[in-house]
């Protein structure tokens, strides 16, 4: 079984809204495309060349934060998991199952297992 863990420095950051144009135009906000950004390098570096995991997985995110400001646990799941389409896994819909937590300390981080199931 091949199990592929990540680790991304820095203060979790969830998905954030679609922005619109005045003319109507929709567009992702700069933080979150530089944040998927920043997941999509690391998971790069953790699956080493490897091909994305075929068929279902199980993913586990434990997400660090640096203070206990209020944060929705699903729109921090939302982002990591997008930014991980097409490197650890073809598709976010081959998740079945989700682990997430929220932990408080001064080192901000996230920590991703994605396994097989």
């Known amino acids: 079984m091949t199990m592929i863990e990540i680790v991304i420095p820095g203060k979790p ?3 954030g809204r679609p922005r619109f144009t005045r003319s109507g ?3 992702t906000p700069q933080d979150t495309r530089d ?3 920043l997941i ?3 998971a790069k570096a953790a699956m080493n060349r490897r091909e994305p995991l075929d068929g279902p997985v199980e993913a586990r995110f434990l997400f660090v934060l640096p203070d206990r400001r209020r944060r929705d646990i699903d729109n921090l799941i939302k982002l990591a998991a997008d930014a991980l389409n097409g490197i650890a896994y073809h598709d976010d819909t081959q998740i079945h199952r989700i682990e997430a937590t929220k932990h ?3 080192e901000p981080h996230t920590e991703i297992i994605i ?3």
Do not use: L
């Open 104 to 106: 408080v300390t001064s």
């Open 115 to 117: 396994t097989p199931m």
């Open 35 to 37: 944040h998927e950004a």
């Open 13 to 15: 950051i969830g998905k």
């Open 25 to 27: 135009r929709t567009y």
């Open 40 to 42: 999509a390098w690391h």
